[in-house]
Every structure is written in C-alpha cells, then in structure tokens.
C-alpha cells in the first residue's frame, strides 16, 4: 500500500520536525533493508508537500536520505501503517562509528557466550529452588557513591537454526532470566538465598529465540541468573547487559554443578552387558575408589553413550 512492502521490517533511521503552510509536521526516516519498497505517500520524494519548505529545508532534508530505500513520511502516517516498533540500544561500537550520536553518552555492554549443559549448570527457573542457583551468574554492582539509578538492559538469546532445510533442527528452549538484590559480601547465589529471597524481577520464560527486559536499578549489588525454565536442557546462549551509567559487571566463576542423585537414576535404567553383569559394578571393582580427572576421562570415553549425549571433555571431568 502507496509502495510499503508487507511483512517486511523497516529501519528507523531518523527524525525531523518541519514548519510548512500548514503548521509543524513531525517526519519520520525509515529505510528498507533491500533497498526497495519506498513510501509514495505523503512526504514521499516527489510529493507536494516538499513545496512548501524552505530551500535550506529541503536541502538539508534531502542530504540526510542517503540510501536507495530510505524515505521520510510524517509520523501519522507511520502510526497508521505500522504495527510493531522495536527499540534498540546503541552499543559502543555502534557509537564509535556513527558521528551523530558522540554528543551523547554511550551505553556500557557486555556480552558472554555461554551453554547450559545438563548435569552441570541448568538449574532451570526460580520455582525449583534446589538447583536454580547453579545455573551462570553475572553480578551487576552499580557504586554506592552515585546517586543516579542506573538504566539496564538484559537480553538473553538461544542458538537457533538459520537454515530451513536443516532436517534436525534443535527445538527451541522457554528461555528468560531473573535477577536478584545481595548482600555487597556475597559472591554468588546459594540454594537458601532463593529458598528465602524472591528475585527482583523475573521475565516470562518464552519459547522464543530472546528474550530482553529493560529496567532500572538503584545503587547497590545484583545478580542476573540467565536459565531455562525446566532443569536440564542442553543449549548455547548469548547473554547481553547493556548500562547507561558507570558500573561493573563480571561472571561468577566458580563452578557449577547440579547434584543430582545420580547412583539411583544408575539403579533405575543400568545398563546391562552382554554376559548379564551390571555396568556399573563391573567398573566399580576394575578401577580404584579414587581416580584422577585423565584416567575419569578415559573411562568415560569407554563407555559414554551409555550415560552422556556427547563425549565426555577434561572440563567436564
């Protein structure tokens, strides 16, 4: 409709307000990534409206459309037309590279790639308070002696298949992440700590490739505890915090194990050999009591799939 193409996502890529013949209009600049699809409505390229600018405005205006697809419209018409709006946060990178905005202050990011692994750090969400603590933690300290509260933006993102075609395609987790108030001297969330203390905020677990929350926060210590919303889920994750004001964020590191009643699950589903003989058992009476982390390995390897989703690694051991 007048040239917009459907279900097709726009760039918002600048502002403007204009005084013409009939009062102040506020303008929108958008673009469309394929460089196609442009607005032939009003305060399209070659509509009247342009005629009743100043040449200095339209000069100007003109000079700031730099890319085939780009366009301005007034901001009416983009209410009308569109249906979702996405904010994004510059990040400094982003600032670095875009002369307009070094006249503002840039937002701090950090970023930390990371995985849920079953068995070691996916504690799932806050209602199973036995393991949630195990999942990754990134303490969040904002300084005491600022009076500012601090505006914060968490995102965490999934891996996800790009490729349709892609016959095994992992399914996606119900992802989100909470964040809890500490005591300035504690390192990291304990079991009890969420047994007695609620989280701060907690967003709705999504089966969605992100999820991200913007808030703000006061003085004082945090912790972001991205996690899936059930124990035990297998996944690589990206973890983002954005901060508009000065602070210091870094991961907790150190390490993290769900402990789970592993010798009962064994009794439960054992594996059995050939010659009738418990697996388990037999490696309980071939190897000593205590092993060192290469010969843990070794074993493992021997036998993995009979317990592990993939060979076992030195980390892991």
């Not at 933006?153 to 075609?165: A, D, I, K, L, R």
């Not at 964040?179 to 905020?201: A, G, N």
């Not at 677990?205 to 210590?221: K, Q, W, Y």
Request: proline share 8%; with cysteine; charged share 25%.
């Amino acid at each position: 409709r007048n040239g917009l193409m459907t279900q097709t996502a726009y760039s918002v890529t600048g502002l403007a307000r204009v005084r013409g013949p009939l009062g102040e209009t506020p303008l929108v600049r958008l673009r469309n990534p394929w460089g196609k699809g442009e607005w032939t409505g009003p305060w399209s390229e070659r509509s009247w409206e342009w005629d009743g600018l100043s040449e200095r405005d339209k000069e100007l205006l003109s000079v700031r459309v730099r890319n085939d697809g780009e366009f301005w419209m007034s901001f009416e018409d983009f209410a009308r037309h569109f249906t979702h709006l996405d904010l994004v946060h510059i990040g400094p990178d982003d600032w670095m590279t875009e002369p307009a905005l070094h006249s503002k202050q840039p937002w701090r990011a950090v970023l930390a790639r990371r995985r849920w692994r079953t068995g070691y750090n996916s504690g799932g969400g806050p209602n199973f308070t036995d393991t949630t603590a195990m999942n990754p933690q990134f303490h969040i300290q904002i300084p005491r002696t600022s009076s500012n509260k601090c505006h914060v933006v968490v995102s965490v993102t999934q891996y996800y298949e790009t490729q349709p075609e892609t016959k095994k395609k992992k399914p996606l987790y119900a992802i989100g992440f909470a964040v809890y108030e500490i005591p300035h001297s504690m390192p990291r969330l304990t079991p009890q700590f969420v047994v007695d203390q609620k989280p701060l905020d907690v967003t709705n677990h999504s089966i969605a490739r992100e999820v991200v929350t913007f808030f703000t926060l006061p003085p004082g210590d945090y912790i972001v505890v991205p996690q899936t919303n059930v124990p035990n889920c297998d996944g690589k994750f990206l973890l983002r915090i954005l901060t508009d004001e000065q602070s210091n964020i870094w991961e907790v590191n150190e390490d993290n194990m769900v402990f789970r009643n592993i010798s009962a699950e064994f009794l439960e589903d054992a594996v059995v050999l050939p010659d009738g003989k418990n697996l388990i058992g037999k490696l309980l009476i071939k190897y000593p009591p205590e092993v060192d982390v290469s010969q843990l390995q070794k074993i493992l390897k021997a036998h993995w799939k009979a317990y592990l989703l993939e060979k076992p690694s030195l980390e892991l051991c």
